[in-house]
């Protein structure tokens, strides 16, 4: 009755469903486990992940739906709250001052908590022909 669904449109929901704030933290957390120093290549990657997951974070807020809408804020919120308790978890119990790197991850996390709304509403304030 009706046609299988495409696998393209499967991979297009994962994309759209995935917290991608997430491999932030988890590309800190396992070059704190490994004993990885980011001062050179490994600074390096992440700052090039960081700049990627923040274009998709951009590119996945425009044009989406309720349901997925809300997928994206929560999984803004539970970033923001990782990596607050990442940073707290390193000053406090283990007596380390975050690296520039720790707080450029918080940064873009905490930015794309921000901005992904406002680029949501703004767009569908232009879907719904309402915005100036």
């Not at 918080?106 to 949501?120: K, Q, V």
Request: aromatic share 18%; glycine share 10%.
């Amino acid at each position: 009755m009706f046609p299988p669904a495409e696998p393209a449109a499967r991979r297009k929901s994962i994309f759209f469903l995935f917290p991608w704030p997430l491999l932030l933290i988890a590309y800190l957390v396992g070059a704190h486990l490994l004993g990885l120093k980011m001062q050179g290549p490994t600074g390096y990657v992440f700052v090039g992940l960081g700049v990627a997951v923040t274009f998709i974070e951009f590119f996945k807020s425009g044009d989406i739906d309720a349901r997925l809408f809300f997928v994206d804020l929560l999984g803004a919120v539970v970033a923001v709250v990782a990596a607050t308790v990442l940073l707290c978890y390193l000053y406090f119990e283990l007596d380390r001052m975050p690296t520039f790197f720790h707080w450029l991850g918080y940064a873009l996390i905490l930015g794309d908590a921000l901005f992904s709304p406002f680029n949501s509403f703004r767009t569908a304030l232009r879907n719904f022909g309402l915005g100036g």
